[in-house]
């Protein structure tokens, strides 16, 4: 049986190596592995002779078979019984993703598939940004003045109005009735609950992104280091960020600790009277920034970077990929996902960032969530995820 297996004249060699290992009852393995004389010392452990044979010289996920496992795949070299939860993905069995069923939150299910769904957003126009104040208000915008309404059942458009820029690249608010949307040529609408209206941003240049820690209390940022704040009765000229880069992102944790990030590796803190630059240790640029608090905010941005700060300083963190980073978002300090470039959607569970299940190969520019559960993913040609 061996023999028919392996290609030319290799079983011999395989052959004699398995007989070197038996002896009359038990063989040593070395390393303290003592296995019993009908199997074979493979990559440390004990295995059958059988399950080894019928995948020396074939890839994993290929068939295979022996009499223990009639219906079998091989995975390093062994043959294991096929099906969900092997920790091998089999797409001749429809799965998308096979986690073992070990990982929580990594958006493969217990039946090997996405726990990600694609949802009919209405619209090509790719989407640069998407927040809400709950369940059912959701507001997701983008290219070509796109502005969508996610009211618990269905997305639907709104009509921004009249806009000199007709990219829209950031949304926040702090309730339904108190939205902001930033974008292009200094554009700046409002929501008051009912409709859109366009405010003097006091710029023609591009803004980014927008966030606050209250009505009161709302930051936007954006090219050659423009930064706005809004008091809860007027906009503030733009404030001096000491820094010409364009900053991509703003987040903060309160009012006195707010981080705003961009190009060339900036990061820029304030502390409630006065921004300064961080050292953050990279060149590359910045796209997003999100955190639980103080002491545990994570940047992220090109070429995979993934920086995370401890409330001291920043260091970078392995994120197993190359593609451009656009944005974080999490629930928690041990429940955070990054997305980007080529489809790429990562999770963080408080020791590791790896990938989730989902397969495209689509650009993803924000994410943001209302827990573990219920999160959402915007991206190209009106791609929504939830």
Known sequence: ???????????????????????????DCGGGLICPVDTLCFRGSCVLLQQRAACVGRMNVAACSYSAVPDGVCRDGLCIPAGCGNGVVEPQRGEVCDDGNTRSY?????????????????????????????????????????????????????????????????????????????GEAGTLLHFNGSTWVLLGSG????????????????????????LLHFNGSSWSPPMGSGTAPFLEAVWGSGPSDVFAVGANGTILHFNGSTWSPMASGTTQILWGVWGSG?????????????????????????????????????????????????????????????????????SFADVWGIGPTDVFVVGERGTILH
């Open 294 to 362: 103080p002491s545990d905010v994570f940047t992220v941005g090109a070429n995979g970077t993934i920086l995370h700060f401890n409330g001291s300083t920043w260091s970078p963190m392995c994120s197993g990929t190359q593609a451009a980073l656009q944005a974080a978002w999490g629930s928690g300090p041990t429940d955070v996902f990054a997305v980007g470039g080529a489809g790429t959607i990562l999770h963080f569970d408080g020791s590791r960032w790896s990938p989730t299940a989902y397969a495209s190969t689509l």
């Open 203 to 226: 710029t023609m240049l591009w803004l980014a992104a927008v966030w606050g820690s209250g009505p009161s209390d709302v930051f936007i940022v954006g090219e050659a280091g423009t």
């Open 1 to 27: 049986m061996l023999r028919r297996e392996l290609p030319g004249g290799a079983w011999l060699p395989a052959l004699l190596l398995v007989l070197s290992c038996v002896e009359t009852a038990t063989h």
């Open 106 to 182: 990594d958006g493969c299910s217990s039946d090997c598939t996405s726990q990600w769904s694609l949802v009919d957003s209405g619209t090509m126009n790719s989407l640069g940004s998407v927040w809400g104040s709950g369940p059912n208000d959701i507001f997701a915008v983008g290219y070509g003045r796109t502005i969508l309404h996610f009211d618990g059942t269905s997305w639907s458009p709104m009509s921004a109005g009249c806009t000199q820029g007709a990219l829209f690249r950031g949304v926040w608010g702090s309730g339904p009735s108190d939205v902001f949307i930033v």
